[in-house]
């Protein structure tokens, strides 16, 4: 993801701190779930670079589906965000995951999200979710990014379009336009709304656009885009502030989070979530299943 992306000379003049806005107190019940589920996984199922450190040596590339989900328990669908798929091409990309748990979510189709201003794109929305619920029990939450040039302007298309979204589905919004942000009484606005229709919010934390870690929780979920940056040092800091949040969101009845990293190095996303995951256990207690390395060859010489 280059959204945000800055030259690493800057990263440690950029204030990282993560906001607390007491609004998240409307969702959090102020004690613990019985049960929060997490799911941390990848933009995509597999990079050539996977293969030998983490993929059996060999694995060709229309094989990666089958191993991605012995390392991460989600993915973000960004598949289904360039094309429409039918339940039957869907339906064959859930039989190879083999795995219950499993958890797919798909991006809105850019046909929707980018090109048609959220106006008359209830055929093509029809079209994109009869395709996805083949995923049935692998179907996790559904999220819609909007472009930056999407502002609040044209708000009142948005609202309409997620008022007449299936409400038996779960959905996420991504919103990237500075406006959305900059005017409190436009952001109240948008928060009120998305936590009457119990429709979560995307937390994008990257380097470059600090207004887009917004933090809210319009929903007792949460589903966070990770940008780093190759595991800069800044990479580590902002982990740690993020394995404390959650524990704090946890303790208050945060019932499920989604986290998915971003980096531009291939291998570096499978370092940074094992380090992620490794914190979150010790910090927080929660367990979450790991990449898994391939064993190093011994030399017999």
Known sequence: MQFGRVNDSLLNNIDFTLPDPKDNLLVLPGLPAANLSVYIGAPRWGMKEWVGPLYPKGTKEANYLEEYPHHFNCIEFNATHYKIYDPLTIGKWKARVNR?????????????????????????????????????????????????????????????????????????????????????????????????????????????????????????????????????????????????????????????????????????????TVYFIDKLKEVCGISVPKPVFQPRQQSLF
């Not at 980018?114 to 179907?139: C, K, M, P, R, W």
């Not at 990014?145 to 999407?150: H, K, P, S, V, W």
């Not at 870690?213 to 040092?233: A, C, E, I, W």
């Open 100 to 272: 219950k748990d499993f958890k797919f979510c798909p991006k809105v189709p850019q046909s929707i999200s980018h090109y048609s201003s959220l106006v008359n794109a209830q055929d093509q929305t029809t079209a994109f979710l009869e395709g996805i619920l083949a995923l049935e029990e692998n179907l996790g939450p559904i999220f819609l990014q909007l472009g930056e040039n999407y502002s609040p302007n044209r708000r009142e298309n948005l609202y309409k379009y997620l008022q007449n979204l299936p409400t038996d589905l779960q959905w996420y919004l991504e919103l990237r336009h500075p406006d959305w942000f900059n005017n409190p009484a436009v952001t109240k606005e948008l928060f009120d709304t998305l936590r009457q229709l119990k429709i979560g919010a995307v937390i994008t934390d990257t380097a470059g656009r600090r207004d887009c870690v917004h933090m809210q929780l319009p929903t007792p979920g949460s589903m966070v885009r990770f940008v780093g940056n190759s595991l800069h040092p800044t990479d580590y800091k902002r982990m740690d502030d993020w394995v404390e949040r959650i524990d704090k969101w946890a303790k208050n009845g945060l019932q499920e989070l989604y986290f998915f990293m971003h980096m531009q190095d291939e291998m570096a996303y499978v370092e940074a």
